[in-house]
């Protein structure tokens, strides 16, 4: 069984399929790490975003095993993984990764943006997970404070709504909902209780088939 999770910057879905792989012993995968860790390494390394040879090596030669979770989720690396996952060159030397971690079998979780559209257009169930720029920018500011970051909470609105636009307006495997994928909105809910929404989706699913 293949989970695919998509939806918008901090909307929970990290939170939901980490929650589905727990409850499903399914390995899951964080697709936003991978363009994180491009986006740190082209920060780091001075890389210009205009270089795409450049920026599609830092792609190719990026090591799963050194993706420091952490520190990839500081402010700053948000938007550079949003530059960089713009790039087809960077979406193509990702790819077979995704792929082939989305096709193992027994099945497996992943949360990203292109997961039920490109990534693996075959999953059982797809579930795109939403709330308003503000809840969001909410939860992410919370998490940003608690990490020390020097930020307001217009600074991080204005990061995800610029990010949610780049994101969505891209040609290379825009942020968009897949025609068969279920919308959960979370706007209004805490953290469990989104959880049990998924839940209940993921067995709604698994009894029809
Ligand atoms: O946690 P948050 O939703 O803020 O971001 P993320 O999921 O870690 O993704 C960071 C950036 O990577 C996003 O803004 C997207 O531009 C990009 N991304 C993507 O293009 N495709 C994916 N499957 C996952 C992330
Ligand atoms: O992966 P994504 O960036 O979409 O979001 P996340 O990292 O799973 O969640 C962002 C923050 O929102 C976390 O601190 C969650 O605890 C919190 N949260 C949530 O996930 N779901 C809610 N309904 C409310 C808050």
């Known amino acids: 069984m293949i989970i695919a999770i998509d939806g918008p910057a901090a909307s929970g879905k990290g939170t939901i399929a980490r929650a589905l792989a727990g409850h499903h012993r399914l390995p899951h995968l964080d697709t936003g790490l991978l363009y994180r860790g491009v986006g740190a390494a082209a920060l780091a390394s001075g890389t210009g975003f205009d270089d795409i040879p450049a920026l599609a090596a830092l792609a190719a030669g990026l090591d799963l095993a050194a993706l420091d979770e952490e520190a ?48 693996a257009p075959e999953a059982e169930v797809k579930i795109f997970v939403t709330a308003t720029p503000e809840a969001r920018a909410e939860r992410r500011f919370s998490e940003l404070l608690k990490r020390g970051e020097a930020v307001t909470f217009d600074q991080v609105l204005d990061d995800i709504r610029r990010r949610d636009a780049r994101d969505s307006g891209r040609a290379a495997a825009p942020l968009v909902q897949a025609p068969d994928a279920i919308t959960l909105d979370n706007t209004g809910l805490d953290r469990d209780a989104s959880i049990a929404r998924a839940l209940a989706i993921v067995a709604e699913r698994i009894g029809r088939n």
Request: aromatic share 2%.
């Open 72 to 119: 990839l989720k500081a402010g700053p690396v948000g938007e550079a993984a949003s530059r960089v996952a713009a790039v087809p060159e960077v979406r193509a030397a990702l790819l077979k990764l995704q792929r082939d971690f989305a096709r193992q079998p027994g099945g497996a979780v992943l949360d990203g943006r292109d997961i039920g559209t490109v990534i």
